[in-house]
């Protein structure tokens, strides 16, 4: 499967963004789905995951109550609504697909497939 991830960009803080990651060559309904980020001179850290039917999501705390993760299964698309961001949010963010379920989703190991990376970059 091919991901694209898209929708990144320059914005003030406390402001919002919306994230898409587009699927191509293979249905999404089979994998879970993933949102990692990775600032500069940072490791690749999880922020936000849901299952194969949309019906449960993880996040990480740092996003917490400020991020959404949804999912069409039938547009094959993944979403990631950012809200109230701040400037430590800047990083590219990947959308990923994982053959695994859920449980492991906050692992970058468990993910199969990735996106490109898009750029966020929150202005103080």
């Known amino acids: 499967v091919q991901l694209q991830a898209y929708g990144g960009g320059l914005v003030q803080a406390g402001g919002s963004l919306r994230l898409s990651c587009a699927a191509s060559?293979?249905?999404?309904?089979?994998?879970?789905m993933g949102w990692l980020r990775q600032a500069p001179g940072k490791e690749r850290e999880f922020v936000a995951a849901i299952s194969r039917r949309g019906d449960i999501t993880y996040y990480a705390d740092s996003v917490k109550g400020r991020f959404t993760i949804s999912r069409d299964n039938v547009k094959s698309t993944v979403y990631l609504q950012m809200n109230s961001l701040k400037p430590e949010d800047t990083a590219v963010y990947y959308c990923?697909?994982?053959?695994?379920?859920?449980?492991?989703?906050?692992?970058?190991?468990?993910?199969?497939?990735w996106g490109q990376g898009t750029l966020v970059t929150v202005s103080s």
């Open positions: 060559g293979r249905t999404l309904v089979s994998y879970t």
């Open positions: 990923a697909a994982a053959k695994e379920t859920l449980a492991r989703s906050k692992s970058a190991s468990a993910y199969d497939y």
